[in-house]
Every structure is written in structure tokens, then in C-alpha cells.
């Protein structure tokens, strides 16, 4: 049995992370930081700043729910497009996640010298809500104490992250998982329209007891 492309990205993200907590140059070089995207025409950070991480509980956090989600979205697209189309849509899907989700804190920040932002947040939150279409009902547990259907635990944390991206005092990128999230729905409901019918239907037939 091969290895999955989900544990090859976190593969990765990992090998490039640990390399980074070691190596402030590199680390300087890969953050996203929106000021010398515009000024320094580095548009690569968009990238490769999803593959570094601030610390190891950042790391461990982004790809432990990574890994979990990843599998669902990697498989459903295995099924829908083929093994090679699937695999190959979706590392692109991963991608445009991290890039996409980071669009709205460039605009914001481009020309604030001092803003800074790194890991994998956008692209793990595409691929949290996008499982989230698939497999409404799943359960998502959080610290493993409270579970809830991902519908639930969804709106909630788009909620959260909204109101929490407009304060912007806490140092933590919120519109990156805003985004990304967004991004995810809309990538599964434009491949799979009949996604969005399973989704209603799965909710309608959702009972809490």
C-alpha cells in the first residue's frame, strides 16, 4: 500500500518546519510577509510560507487536523476524478488553498512593513470545510472532549473567525481560515454540485437526541 499525497504534504511541511525553527534566515525568507510580496515583486511566499510553521504545538495543530481531513477530501476526489486526476487536484486544491486564503491579509497588510503570518491554516481549513460538505454529519471533536456534527462546529467557527478578523489584536491570522474555509465549500460545490443536495439533505436528517 502506497503512501497517501496527505501524508506526503505533511511529510513536507514537517521536514521544511523543523528545518526552519533552526534557520531564522529561511524562516524570514519563506514568511508571508505582504510588504515585500508588493515591493520585492516575492510573490513565491504566497506558497511557500504554508510549508513553516511558528513552533512545534503550531506545526502539530495544523497537521494532525490536516491528516485527519485530508484522507476524506484525497479519497473523495480519488473517487470522483480517478486516482492520477484526483492526486494531482488535490495538491493543486491544497495550494490554491494556502494562496487564496492569504489574498485578503495581503490587500489588507501590503504596504505595513511589520505584519507577518506563516503555516498551513488557509489550506487546512479548505480542507476541513470541504470535508465538511462531504460528511456533514461527521462528528469533529475539539481537545477531544466536545463533539459536534461538522455542520455545527462549522458555522460556529466561521462565526468565530469573522468576528475575530475584525479585531485583530490576538496576533493569529483569522481571515486566512475565513477564507480558506470559503474556499473549500465552494471548491466541492462547483466540482460536485450535487454535493450541495446531499449536504441539505444530510442536514435535514440530522437529529441532535
Not at 484525497?74 to 494556502?98: D, H, P
Not at 481549513?125 to 470541504?130: G, L, R
Amino acid at each position: 500500500m502506497g503512501i497517501s499525497i496527505t501524508v506526503m504534504l505533511i511529510l513536507v511541511t514537517v521536514i521544511s518546519s523543523f528545518y526552519g525553527f533552526n534557520n531564522l534566515s529561511f524562516i524570514e525568507r519563506w514568511m508571508f510577509i505582504p510588504y515585500k510580496i508588493k515591493h520585492r515583486g516575492q510573490w513565491d511566499r504566497f506558497v511557500l510560507s504554508g510549508f513553516i510553521h511558528k513552533d512545534y504545538i503550531h506545526l502539530l495543530f495544523n497537521m494532525f487536523t490536516f491528516y485527519f481531513f485530508g484522507r476524506v477530501v484525497e479519497q473523495y476526489l480519488s473517487y470522483k476524478l480517478g486516482v492520477l486526476t484526483g492526486g494531482l487536484t488535490f495538491v493543486l486544491f491544497y495550494i490554491a488553498g494556502i494562496i487564496l486564503s492569504d489574498i485578503p491579509t495581503y490587500l489588507k497588510n501590503r504596504d505595513n512593513s511589520y505584519y507577518r503570518a506563516l503555516g498551513a491554516s488557509g489550506g487546512t481549513a479548505a480542507t476541513v470545510f470541504a470535508s465538511i460538505i462531504i460528511l456533514p454529519l461527521a462528528d469533529i471533536c475539539l481537545f477531544g472532549i466536545i463533539c459536534l456534527p461538522g455542520f455545527i462546529l462549522g458555522g460556529l467557527f466561521l462565526i468565530y473567525s469573522y468576528v475575530k478578523g475584525k479585531n485583530e489584536n490576538d496576533g493569529i491570522n483569522h481571515d486566512a481560515h475565513l477564507f480558506g474555509a470559503i474556499f473549500g465549500m465552494i471548491f466541492i460545490l462547483i466540482l460536485s454540485p450535487d454535493s450541495a443536495i446531499h449536504f441539505l439533505e444530510q442536514i435535514k436528517s440530522y437529529r441532535p437526541f
